[in-house]
C-alpha cells in the first residue's frame, strides 16, 4: 500500500525528472551491462533507473514493480518520452519470465531489501537466477549495517522502528518498520556477510 499511495508514487515520478541515474549507478551500469543486453530493471518504480538506461543507449529494456500505480506512472512517461521499455507488474519471488530470458538484472534503490523475510529474500535472488542468462550481470544497492549511522540506530534499544518486542512488523534482526513523510514502510538493513551469504547460496557469484 505504500508504493500504491499516491503521495509515494508522485515521489517516484519526480525522481525521474529531478534525479535520473545516480553517477555511482551510471558508471558500474555503463562498466558491466553490454548494450545489447535484455536488461530487466527490477523494482522500477515510475522508471528512474529504466529510463536513464534508455539514455544510455539501451535498448531491450523491462521494467518490473509489485505496486501497480508505479507500473501506471511508468508506462504513462514511456509513452510521453517515447521510449520503447515493456513495463508490467511482477513479484520478485515468483517471476513470469522465461529461464535465461535476460542478459542483466538490475535491483535499484535497495528494492531488494524492501522485501521482508530472509527467506523471501534468497527466493528472489533464486527467481534472478533463474531468469538471467550464463554469464550475466546482476547489479543492486543495499544499506550496510556496519555502517556507523546504523550501529547507531540498531543500537539505540528504545527505537521502537526495529524492537521486535513491541513491533510486529519486525521479523528479523536487521528489520525496520518506520514512518516516512510518505506513510509506513519496511526495509531490512544487512551486515554486508549476510549479503554474501544469500547471493553464494542462490547461484551467484561475486564479482
Known amino acids: 500500500s505504500y508504493f500504491n499511495d499516491p503521495s509515494t508514487v508522485e515521489h517516484y515520478v519526480r525522481a525521474v525528472t529531478n534525479i535520473g541515474l545516480w553517477e555511482s549507478e551510471r558508471l558500474c551500469l555503463d562498466k558491466w551491462f553490454d548494450r545489447d543486453d535484455r536488461v530487466l530493471d527490477l523494482g522500477c518504480g515510475a522508471g528512474r533507473i529504466g529510463f536513464g538506461l534508455w539514455k544510455l543507449g539501451f535498448r531491450d529494456l ?15 512517461i514511456a509513452e510521453c518520452l517515447r521510449a520503447e ?10 517471476l513470469s519470465f522465461e529461464p535465461e530470458f535476460f542478459g542483466a538484472v538490475v535491483f535499484g534503490f535497495n528494492g531488494w531489501m524492501q522485501i521482508p523475510g530472509r527467506e523471501w529474500r534468497r527466493k528472489a535472488l533464486s527467481e534472478l537466477w533463474r531468469v538471467c542468462k550464463p554469464g550475466g550481470f546482476f547489479i543492486f544497492t543495499t544499506l550496510d549495517r556496519e555502517d556507523p549511522l546504523y550501529e547507531a540506530v540498531f543500537s539505540d534499544l528504545s527505537d521502537y522502528d526495529h524492537d521486535p518486542r513491541r513491533n510486529p512488523n519486525v521479523l528479523e534482526d536487521g528489520d525496520r518498520h518506520f514512518k516516512t513523510e510518505h506513510g509506513t514502510t519496511f526495509m531490512h538493513v544487512p ?5 554474501i551469504e544469500d547471493l553464494e547460496s542462490t547461484g551467484w557469484l561475486l564479482q
Open 62 to 76: 523491462w521494467g518490473a514493480d509489485l505496486s501497480e500505480a508505479m507500473i501506471e506512472e511508468a508506462t504513462a
Open 85 to 94: 521499455i515493456a513495463f508490467q507488474w511482477e513479484d520478485a519471488t515468483a
Open 191 to 195: 551486515r554486508r556477510s549476510e549479503v
